[in-house]
C-alpha cells in the first residue's frame, strides 16, 4: 500500500537549555591557544514534542525535564489524537520517532 504525505503525520522530542547552542571549538591567532570565557551554572533541561505534517506543526508542548510514557500518553491524547482522522484519511497515519515513549524510560533531567 502506498501512503500519501498528506496522510502523515510525525512526532519528535526534541531537548535543549540554555547552553545548547554554546560552541565547541574556538578560534585563535597562530600559536595562541583559544579560550572561552562561559559560566559553568547549570539549568534545567526542557523538553519540546511538536506533532507536526506536511503543512506544519499542529501543537506543541514544552515541559521541564523529559517526557516519560505517561506524559507522552497524555500529549496523544489531548493534543494529537484530536487533529487525526480515520485510515487512508488526511492525517490518518503517526510516525513515532520518540526514543523515551517507545522504551517506557525517562531520558534524564
Not at 501543537?59 to 496523544?76: A, M
Not at 487533529?83 to 515513549?101: A, E, G, Q, V
Amino acid at each position: 500500500m502506498d501512503w500519501t504525505y498528506e496522510q502523515l503525520m510525525y512526532i519528535n522530542e526534541s531537548a535543549f537549555n540554555e547552553r545548547s547552542l554554546d560552541r565547541k571549538f574556538g578560534c585563535a591567532p597562530i600559536g595562541t591557544p583559544a579560550r572561552q570565557i562561559e559560566s559553568f551554572k547549570q539549568s534545567k533541561k526542557r523538553s519540546i514534542l511538536p506533532p507536526y505534517t506536511y503543512d506544519g506543526f499542529l501543537n506543541w508542548k514544552i515541559i521541564h525535564g523529559s517526557f516519560d510514557t505517561d506524559l507522552f500518553v497524555q500529549f496523544l491524547e489531548e493534543h494529537v489524537i484530536p487533529h487525526t482522522n480515520p485510515f487512508l484519511d488526511l492525517r490518518s497515519i503517526l510516525s513515532n520517532i520518540c526514543r523515551s515513549s517507545q522504551t517506557g524510560e525517562s531520558t534524564g533531567d
